[in-house]
T-cell receptor, first 114, second 116 residues
Framework: GNSVTQMEGPVTLSEEAFLTINCTYT??????LFWYVQYPGEGLQLLLK?????DKGSNKGFEATYRKETTSFHLEKGSVQVSDSAVYFC?????????????FGTGTKLQVIP | EAGVTQFPSHSVIEKGQTVTLRCDPI?????LYWYRRVMGKEIKFLLH????????ESGMPNNRFLAERTGGTYSTLKVQPAELEDSGVYFC??????????????FGPGTRLTVL
């Protein structure tokens, strides 16, 4: 079946540091890939997505490129802020039985310190 | 437009008791999903409603869990009787479309369930 593997956290960075959160996937066919973010006390929010190979999703300074050759969708940000502290979930979306099915990774907690 | 709402935000119950979680999807969304995250693990799919029908309930852990969506609007997830391993955060999500991998699901804030 489909699966998503993301780096274990927590990740602690200083403000303005470069961020990479690794995500790799296993899937048949051509899935879509998502990053969701959960800020403290809030629900999951879609951060960005990419729907085909070599697509780059971007939002709020975050970027991730759909790499089919390495089955990866790593999340990056050039300069993190304290407000980016949250849990980040990589997810894969594929169709099964005619309907969408989403598979999540374990989540990576990011803490940014001033 | 209101987002997905869930009630309660937290619930603490004793083993053997019953708990009912409620989810109100975004208005007009036919598709409603339940997910669960046990501490530190991945968010796992439980089931998917299309309107009032269960399209996929392959992720439901056992028959102590019962989900309903009468009238195709809000949904409830009942756990009876609750066990310790049922503790976790239960997320609800809704979407307008659900037949393509590119469709976006909108999540609620979750209900944190603690079974003592």
């Amino acid at each position: 079946g489909n699966s998503v593997t993301q780096m274990e956290g927590p990740v602690t960075l200083s403000e303005e540091a470069f961020l990479t959160i690794n995500c790799t996937y296993t899937a048949t066919g051509y899935p879509s890939l998502f990053w969701y973010v959960q800020y403290p006390g809030e629900g999951l929010q879609l951060l960005l997505k990419a729907t085909k190979a070599d697509d780059k999703g971007s939002n709020k300074g975050f970027e991730a490129t759909y790499r089919k050759e390495t089955t990866s969708f790593h999340l990056e940000k050039g300069s993190v802020q304290v407000s980016d502290s949250a849990v980040y979930f990589c997810a894969l979306s594929a169709t099964s039985g005619g309907y969408q099915k989403v598979t999540f990774g374990t989540g990576t907690k990011l803490q940014v310190i001033p | 437009e209101a987002g997905v709402t869930q009630f309660p935000s937290h619930s603490v119950i004793e083993k053997g008791q019953t708990v009912t979680l409620r989810c109100d999807p975004i208005s007009g969304h036919d598709n409603l999903y339940w997910y669960r995250r046990v501490m530190g693990k991945e968010i796992k799919f439980l089931l998917h409603f299309v309107k009032e029908s269960k399209q996929d309930e392959s992720g439901m852990p056992n028959n102590r869990f019962l989900a309903e969506r009468t009238g195709g609007t809000y949904s409830t997830l009942k756990v009876q009787p609750a066990e310790l391993e049922d503790s976790g955060v239960y997320f609800c999500a809704s979407s307008h479309q659900a037949t393509r991998s590119t469709d976006t699901q909108y999540f609620g804030p979750g209900t944190r369930l603690t079974v003592l």
